[in-house]
């Protein structure tokens, strides 16, 4: 039903700004100029009104996901031992920090949350299934920044970067939690147009012809990243 609210819309504009370069093309005639030009330049600046920023989201967009997306890793996994000897074999996903507990929460069928407080001010969220096993250990900046526990050593984050013309970057990192040095990271774009029966806060949140989700590149890069994730919270190498 709103697809079709946006379509009487836009059927709606068209007919009104062809009405408006019409009225523009007479006029021009009547005082003896070229009611042509006048017509076509007042249909394309009406035009221009509302879609003026999507062909330059398009190219900004397509060289964007051309050239800066994919998986990308700065060090690898047998680099990183070499440089932390008997460390890896130290790591696991479940071995929090004990001596930094500071309350458990009980959930449905005795699901468990526990809470950490690092002496950084950062605060470990850990949650366990009803069967007492580890899932997720989420980490809460004192900035607010959210980040996921990997293992004592790593954790995974998301930073947003804004570019022009709606255009919005994530990169999903593994860093390295001792010496802050990134692993490996995931770069993806999309536009920040939300779906369309979402709704917005100002006009331009409602251009659902220039929305992007992902540049689907290389799917084989998201599954690089979500691999390596993997092989450093379970430890399956």
Same mark, same amino acid.
């Given at each position: ?11 709606? +504009? ?8 019409? *009225? ?6 009547? %005082? ?5 030009? *006048? ?14 920023? *999507? ?7 397509? +060289? ?14 047998? /680099? ?18 004990? /001596? ?5 929460? +009980? ?11 690092? =002496? ?7 949650? +366990? ?17 959210? %980040? ?7 954790? *995974? /984050? ?9 255009? %919005? ?11 802050? /040095?990134v692993l490996a990271r995931?770069v993806d774009f999309g536009?920040?147009? =939300? ?23 290389? $799917? ?8 390596? $994730? ?8």
């Open positions: 039903m709103l697809a079709i609210a946006f379509l009487f819309f836009f059927l709606l +504009y068209l007919a009104i700004i062809a009405g408006l370069a019409l *009225w523009a093309a007479k006029q021009a005639s009547k %005082r003896g100029y070229s009611g042509k030009k *006048w017509g076509v330049a007042v249909f394309l600046l009406m035009l221009g009104l509302l879609f003026w920023d *999507w062909l330059p989201m398009e190219v900004l967009y397509s +060289y964007k996901c051309a050239n800066h997306a994919g998986f990308f890793q700065d060090k690898t996994l047998d /680099e990183w031992k070499a440089e932390n000897p008997g460390v890896w074999d130290t790591l696991g996903a479940d071995k929090l920090p004990e /001596e930094y507990l500071v309350k458990v929460k +009980y959930g449905e069928k005795n699901s468990e949350r526990r809470f950490y407080k690092l =002496p950084d001010g950062t605060e470990l969220i850990a949650n +366990y299934n009803i069967v007492g096993k580890h899932s997720t250990t989420r980490m809460v900046r004192y900035d607010g920044k959210q %980040r996921y526990w990997l293992n004592q050593r790593f954790f *995974w /984050e998301t930073v947003w970067t804004k570019h022009l013309f709606h255009v %919005r970057e994530w990169e999903e990192r593994i860093v390295d939690l001792k010496t802050g /040095e995931y536009t920040n147009i =939300p779906p369309i029966g979402i709704g917005g806060n100002s006009l331009s949140d409602y251009k659902f012809w220039m929305q992007k989700k992902s540049c689907k590149k290389d $799917m084989r890069s998201k599954g690089s990243f979500a691999a390596l $994730m993997k092989v450093l919270k379970r430890k399956e190498t």
